[in-house]
């Protein structure tokens, strides 16, 4: 006993102890109970009641549901190309070391530590319809005012501006490390061969930006994919479902609705799109 | 000169929420609701300010969020150096795997395991409890991987060399490592205040009493209340930012850099 107690000193084990048990407590068993709450139903009153294979079959015919994985795909069809492109041309624009790009690097950074609460809300009031800004800019330049997050179409692309407003900034310093690890001498090259600024960029930047342009994609999508809060505080889902994203839609069956067992047999679906995207994340990396 | 236009046009974009937030935080209760709108308050005006102290409570929010937020960091700071520690440097069989199965989870967040982890959290009774926001966000796959990377360069003959001098495990720990992970420690440390000052998801399903809601939590659910001006809104807002503004302001080269280095953000 002695022994066994020195050696898991002695092989450092002793010093992961801690860090496992919070992972286990609040990592793993939420992983495994996901699963086994999906095959129960309970509405936090009532004992837990095992159901079989109900909240599955249910879940098939829950329109909604499905809507709400729809709608997550498109809410990142808008916001990951925009990130993308734009978290680019910001760091071609500012990836040298001078003044000018470092004052303005941390402008573009700054909404991702903004919290999505405040983020939000913000937004909100700059988008309101007839006290926000927005709406004011375009009636001063003699147009019609817009609901930007009372009607379907237009609510789904405001949040997803602002998510592009949150992210962008932090995929911008991805690409700044991403260009600043390309030899300058490669560009030179191509200058000495006659290229131009935008074939050098297109010949010999952006192929060599290849593992950096995956990255930034695959990262961009993780985390869209799992964005809440914006949404939540912005137009809580609505109108109607048209902002109701997968996390949000869970969120409701289990703490306005109370079935948590149903909405853990959504989970499973969630986080089984979710592990798929974190295995491609943590190729990707490995790869690079 | 394009590129500067070009930026600074989108510096303007990006500045306008905020831009329009702060300015609305100083108008009055009348000018708020005005239409059109006025750009900067006609008369500045504090009482969105005065009363979100008065009427909202906003010492007791930024109390809860304080207490949450410091004792988090702490423990958190602690069990990452250690669990980093102990898998950069450890010889214990299965360390591989486990490394590999604790970093698995960095894109597992509580968006996605807001079901399981609010299940597991009353199981502990940790429901409506400051604790139950602090005790489950302990583990960071993020904070551990970057403790992880940190250690690895930690040189092993200097781990050695001490052992030849006679010290044991734990005088190594804490007067080798903790001395040399200054740097980390300073990291983590502020990166998980920031995170916990954040955070929503975890008080939203955890505190249900209003005297224990967070900073985050309280901006939110004030706004499902329609007698609050929104003056007193944006004055919330505004105060919410400045801490972590002040952070990112005095670190500004760890946010940017370190978190390239460290992976990404819990």
Known sequence: MRNKKLSIVKNRFVFVIPGLIFFVTFSLIPIIAVFVMGFTSWDLLHPIKFVGLRN?????????????????????????????????????ALYKEDRFSKIFRAFFYWPYMIPAVVGGTMWKWLLSYDTGLLNYILSKLGLEPVSWLEESTNALISVSLAQVWI???????????????????????????GA?????????????LKNTNLLVLIVSIAYCFRSFTLIYIMTTGGPGYAT????????QRAFTEYRIGYASALSAVVLAIALVIALTVLRVRKSD | MIKKTFIIFLTVIYMLPVFWSVVSSFKSMSEIYNYPPTIFPSKISLDGYLRIFKDYNFITYLNNTLFVAVIATVITVLVCVMTGYGLAKGTFPGKQMLNNVMLTTLFITAQI???????????LGLINSLWGLIIPAIYTPTGTF?????????????????KIDGANEWQIFWKIVMPLSKPLIAALAIFSFTWRWNDFILPLIVINDSKLYT?????????????IPWNAI??????????????????????????????LKY
């Open chain 1, 196 to 208: 131009n600024k935008w074939q050098v960029f297109w010949y010999v930047v952006f192929p060599l």
């Open chain 2, 113 to 123: 395991m807001m079901v399981p982890l609010f299940i597991v959290i009353k199981k």
């Open chain 1, 56 to 92: 599955f079959r249910n879940m098939l015919h829950d329109k909604w549901f499905w809507n709400s994985i729809l709608v997550s795909f498109k809410f990142m069809g808008i916001s990951v190309p925009l990130i993308f492109f734009l978290s680019l041309a910001l760091a071609i």
């Open chain 2, 215 to 227: 900073i985050q939590l309280a901006l939110s659910s004030l706004q499902g209340q329609y007698t």
């Open chain 1, 244 to 251: 109701t994203v997968a996390p949000l839609y869970v969120y």
């Open chain 2, 146 to 162: 970057t403790a992880i990377q940190y250690m690895k360069d930690i040189p092993n003959e200097l781990l050695e060399s001490a």
């Open chain 2, 234 to 263: 944006m004055a919330f807002s505004t105060l919410a930012i400045i801490p972590t503004l002040i952070i990112f302001l005095l670190f500004q080269k760890l946010f940017m850099r370190g978190l390239m280095a460290g992976g």
């Open chain 1, 167 to 193: 992210l962008s900034g932090f995929m911008m310093m991805i690409f700044i490390t991403g260009l600043q690890n390309i030899p300058l001498e490669y560009q030179e090259a191509a200058v000495v061969d």
